[in-house]
């Protein structure tokens, strides 16, 4: 078996679904929209702007670019901290929740339509499949910072 160019057929596949991606993509809310709301929806709590920048990877310029157009949409409120008028308080709106509830079913809808043609057996193969790569490549992606640390 050629390990090799199993990975290169992997990457050219990728490479396409990629491609076909960026085209959903732009249909999309804003990039880093979507990511602020997850997170914030994921923490069920207020979060610092702060916090929000460093979750996300994102500077804190653009997220404040961010939390601004999510205000005016009104999926989001910040309020000023009563002590240390720097420090901005965000939390998701009820319309922010709906939004994210609403894009997660279609997410979902979509993935559904692909394993109910893909079939039950060949699904749930794909995920035990998918599971088990992300698990080697995390380990893989580990082993290779250790590396770079040292």
């Known amino acids: 078996m050629d390990y090799r160019e199993i990975a290169e057929e992997f990457c050219r596949i990728w490479i396409v679904n990629a491609r076909k991606m960026e085209k959903v993509e732009k249909s999309l809310p804003a990039r880093g929209e979507a990511n602020l709301l997850l997170s914030l929806a994921r923490s069920g709590r207020e979060m610092l702007a702060g916090e929000l920048s460093k979750s996300s990877g994102l500077s804190v310029s653009r997220v404040t670019n961010i939390l601004n157009s999510l205000e005016k949409k009104e999926l989001i409120t910040k309020r000023s901290d009563d002590v240390d008028k720097r420090k901005v308080y965000v939390s998701l709106t009820d319309a922010g929740r709906s939004y994210i509830i609403e894009g997660h079913g279609k997410i ?43």
């Open 108 to 150: 979902v809808g979509q993935y559904e339509k692909v394993f109910r043609r893909l079939g039950e057996e060949d699904s749930m193969e794909y995920l035990r499949l998918i599971k088990k790569f992300s698990e080697i490549m995390g380990e893989e992606l580990e082993r290779e910072m250790l590396r770079r640390q040292q």
